[in-house]
């Protein structure tokens, strides 16, 4: 099984991560929290990196629906978007969305916490999709 639901694109981090966003919102997604793992980093240890985000996103009616199957799913929630430029291409910058079938693998035998993973791994596909 995947890690991730991923595509890479052309364009600057900012303007990549506005057009997450706005998939993202297209699919009943909100951002709850915005990361800038790359200015983190340089305050926090002085390290620099390239530019690299990760976007806590939420769907409400699916986080209901994945907390009321099992409470301790909220330990996976946002699910995180990371949006960050790729290393070895100044030109690309990579998309990768948390494959939510992982969190389905954790809770064996749940069949509204898969159908959940279902319909959310379905969701950001289309993200990943509309980029």
């Known amino acids: 099984m995947q890690l991730a639901l991923a595509t ?12 997450v966003r706005a998939a993202l919102s297209d699919q009943g997604f909100g ?3 915005e990361i800038d793992m790359s200015a983190t980093l340089k305050n926090k240890i002085d390290v620099d990196m390239e530019d690299y985000q ?4 939420c769907n409400p009616p699916a986080a209901h629906r994945a907390v009321s ?14 949006v960050r430029r790729d290393p070895d291409n100044a030109d690309t910058v990579v998309v ?17 916490l898969h ?5 959310i791994t379905t969701k ?4 990943i999709d509309a980029l």
């Open 8 to 19: 890479s694109v052309t364009g600057s981090v900012p303007e990549v991560a506005d057009r």
């Open 31 to 33: 951002v709850l929290t």
């Open 54 to 57: 990760i976007l806590g996103a």
């Open 69 to 82: 199957a099992h409470k301790q799913i909220g330990l996976l929630l946002p699910c995180n978007v990371v």
């Open 96 to 112: 990768e969305a948390m494959n939510p079938q992982i969190m389905a693998t954790l809770v064996p035998g749940n069949a509204p």
């Open 115 to 119: 159908e959940v993973a279902d319909e």
């Open 124 to 127: 950001l596909q289309a993200v």
